[in-house]
């Protein structure tokens, strides 16, 4: 008498599938908040840059104006005040603080003012 071997069903396997399907579903969840991140901290690197270089190549005689930094500003940062003494500059007035949120970190850029209804920029700190 022979033996016989049970032989198991062929057919899909399922558990592979669901497998590479949970892997994709977080490659895919990775790649999306890795650019996301990547583009808001594109922003606020850009901004600081522009308003610096602005500031820069004014110089002493042309001043850098408030209402001259808000075109500059890239994406959709949130805007609050905060304390100028923070800044260390005995030439700043007041201080805004300009926050970009990601989903990893925020990044943020402050720029000190002088007195006035349209305050001249004195210090641009940023991307922090």
Known sequence: MAKSKKKAPKGPDYTSWII?????????????VGLK???IRQDATASHAAV?????????????LKSQ??????????????????LN?????SAEKYTWPGTLRSYSMTVGYSLGDDPEVEVVEGPK
Do not use: F, Q
């Not at 590479?20 to 999306?32: C, E, S």
């Not at 500059?89 to 007035?93: D, G, I, Q, R």
């Open 52 to 64: 610096s270089g602005l500031l820069a190549s004014a110089g002493e005689d042309k001043p850098v």
């Open 37 to 39: 991140e990547l583009r």
């Open 20 to 32: 590479r399907g949970v892997v994709v579903v977080i490659l895919a969840v990775v790649v999306i």
């Open 69 to 86: 930094v808000k075109p500059l500003l890239k994406g959709n940062p949130a805007i609050e005040s905060t304390d100028h003494k923070a």
């Open 89 to 93: 500059s005995p030439t700043v007035a």
